[in-house]
């Protein structure tokens, strides 16, 4: 008895980080990262003692925005991939 090959009609498991709602509120919440990032930037350019750490917030704003990014692009491919063609 050979091994049941899966029907094509049956629609991918997506996991349960991977839902839309989840990716908005993950995009949201690194949005409020990147506004932290931005005042934290500010502060340390008003304040000559903290001048040296400015890379904290510098990193912090570059890597919630490549989250936000991806996270756009993965939902964009989602809809998009919706569409009727």
């Not at 500010?42 to 890597?63: D, H, K, T």
């Not at 490549?66 to 989602?78: E, N, P």
């Amino acid at each position: 008895m050979g091994l049941e090959k899966s029907p094509v009609f049956r629609r991918a498991i997506i996991p349960w980080y991977d839902r839309t709602p989840l990716c908005l509120i993950l995009m949201a919440a690194m949005a409020g990262v990147f506004l932290f990032a931005l005042a934290g930037i500010g502060v340390s350019l008003e304040a000559e003692p903290s001048r040296g750490v400015l890379w904290v917030p510098v990193v912090l704003l570059l890597l919630s925005a490549t989250v936000m990014v991806s996270l756009f692009f993965r939902l964009l491919r989602r809809y998009l991939r919706r569409l009727p063609e």
